[in-house]
């Protein structure tokens, strides 16, 4: 006997529940039942990216990294990376209305080519995502005890570079992503209203530093056109190559509303704005934010932007008061960080787990009945992520390595769904629905532009330079850690992909790992 399963509730559709029931009939069309619950909508959906990239956090985190290679100009990687990624944005919300799926760099590389990429896309993406989680965290000790030194619970030097900061770098930042697995397993809704609420508070809090920044400028904004000779004798692209990095790994994650398309009404329409909007708002605010501390800065040749870097400008050009509440507001937006971080992670590994793509599958996508959402990826994030802290401690140098690697290995991910994308372009890719996002004529110079770019600062991220995985010298493996690293996480991946195929047994309404042209043009 076979079950009917009908997606209309009892005694008829409500009309605030038409679309719902629309969006199940529309996931259905993919081989998935819904049973993640739609509660997000166009706000929170766009809170989800804005979180994830969270200018707040990560501009904080490494306006020193990015001062100190390249000095006021390494203001101008920021419009050049932003284009770059804008670009892989566009290709995103074309995909995000093609295939509202969750696990969406998973699902739309291996849509769009074989089982092999795909799976190596999602991969790649979820240790680039539970490191991130780790890496967002930790930031905590950046902010928190410049608010208040009670924070620096173990004692002594709370510089993130020492043993005792170090120490509580990593006791702080485990009971932070603790609180966010407990939010993260919940439920969408509660995760959405803290998301929510802490992206406003985010939002706010940028356009008043930005305001009280330009408001005590002690420069106009010319300095931006200053290296303060930075590049010594040699000419100033590597270092400004070098000072990219921090640009780079500040906007990446706006893809976060798509991996949430399963909780999202109507995604085919909100996740493609929700994409764009997360990445243009980050990128306008991040701009004014990084001019505004260079004019306001008191000194840019003393070293603290290098060392101190914007949460040295606040306190001493705001004051202790407006300062530190700001810094508060900071801290918020690393929390919300890092549980939207963690959040888009989970549903990658059930979107994975969903299709048998991960050992012990059938348990890993299992979606709790009574708060609709994975557990036990959530679960399984926050312990690797507390995890990956662990290092930190005595090994600075090898956690610093690890995060900024992460980053590589995020930018690989999107380049297995930007080349798969272009060469589905070339042989013909077939016209987007009605009303859905559409590049037309201008997808092809886009994409190819987007593949330039993701190629470029794969590279430009992973070259094994001492100044930036081994600043202090005397471990050879973490100038090359980049290259081992991702090669490490690629035999990981093949053999992973050779095991679970061996003993192929998808969860219920999973869908074939290779996908044809067949399946491309049905989606449509």
């Not at 766009?46 to 990560?58: D, E, M």
């Not at 202090?472 to 035999?491: D, N, P, V």
């Amino acid at each position: 006997m076979t079950a009917t399963v009908s997606l209309q509730p009892p005694g008829g559709v409500p009309a605030s529940g038409a679309s719902d029931v629309h969006d199940a009939e529309d996931l259905a069309g993919f081989g998935y039942p819904q049973q993640l619950r739609r509660r997000l909508g166009s706000y929170a959906s766009f809170a989800a990216g804005f979180s994830f990239v969270s200018i707040l956090t990560t501009v904080f985190q490494l306006f020193s990294f990015g001062y100190s290679f390249g000095g006021p100009a390494f203001f101008w990687t920021w419009p050049l990376v932003f284009t770059g990624q804008f670009l892989v944005a566009l290709c995103f919300a074309e995909l995000a209305a093609r295939y509202p799926i969750s696990g969406c760099v998973y699902q739309w590389s291996r849509r769009l080519s074989t089982g092999l990429t795909g799976h190596f896309a999602g991969w790649t993406m979820l240790i680039g995502q539970i490191v991130s989680v780790s890496a967002a965290a930790i930031a905590l000790q950046v902010v928190l005890p410049s608010v208040w030194s009670g924070f620096q619970l173990v004692g002594g030097d709370p510089t993130l570079t020492t043993r005792t900061g170090a120490t509580n770098a990593v006791l702080v930042g485990a009971i932070l992503i603790a609180l966010t697995t407990v939010v993260s397993a919940i439920g969408v809704r509660v995760m959405s209203l803290i998301n929510s609420i802490g992206v406003t508070c985010e939002l706010v809090g940028v356009g008043v530093l930005i305001a009280l920044l330009f408001a005590h400028a002690k420069r106009g904004p010319g300095v931006v056109l200053h290296t303060e000779g930075v590049q010594g004798h040699s000419a100033y692209i590597w270092p400004f190559l070098v000072s990219a990095l921090m640009a780079a790994y500040v906007m990446y994650g706006f893809d976060s509303a798509g991996e949430l398309s399963e909780e999202t009404r109507s995604p085919r329409k909100t996740a493609p704005r929700a994409i764009l909007r997360a990445l243009g708002a980050s990128g306008v605010g991040g701009a004014l934010l990084l001019i505004g501390a260079l004019m306001a800065a008191p000194s840019l040749t003393d070293g603290n932007l290098a060392t101190g870097g914007l949460p040295y400008v606040v306190t001493s050009r705001l004051g202790t008061g407006p300062g530190k509440a700001l810094l508060v507001d900071v801290a918020i937006a690393i929390c919300v960080c890092t549980l939207a971080i963690q959040t888009a992670a989970s549903r990658l590994m059930y979107s994975m787990a969903r299709d048998g793509a991960l050992p012990g599958s059938t348990r890993l996508a299992r979606v709790s009945p009574r708060t609709a959402t994975p557990v036990l990826p959530t679960v399984i994030v926050g312990v690797a992520a507390i995890a990956v802290l662990g290092v930190n401690v005595g090994q600075a140098q090898l956690f610093t390595a690890l995060t900024s690697v992460a980053v590589v290995i995020v930018y690989c991910a999107y380049l297995l769904v930007t080349v798969p994308l272009l060469v589905r372009r070339l042989r013909g890719l077939p016209k987007a629905g009605a009303g859905q996002f559409s590049l037309g004529r201008l997808g092809l110079p886009v994409n190819v532009l987007a593949v330039a770019y993701g190629a470029f600062m794969v590279v430009n991220m992973g070259w094994p330079r001492a100044e930036v995985y081994d600043p202090a010298g005397g471990h050879w493996y973490l100038k090359y850690f980049a290259l081992l690293f991702c090669a490490g996480a690629g035999l990981i991946g093949w053999l992973m992909y050779r095991a679970v195929n061996a003993s192929r047994t998808p969860a219920a309404g999973a869908s074939p790992l290779v996908i044809g042209d067949a399946a491309l043009e049905g989606a449509e």
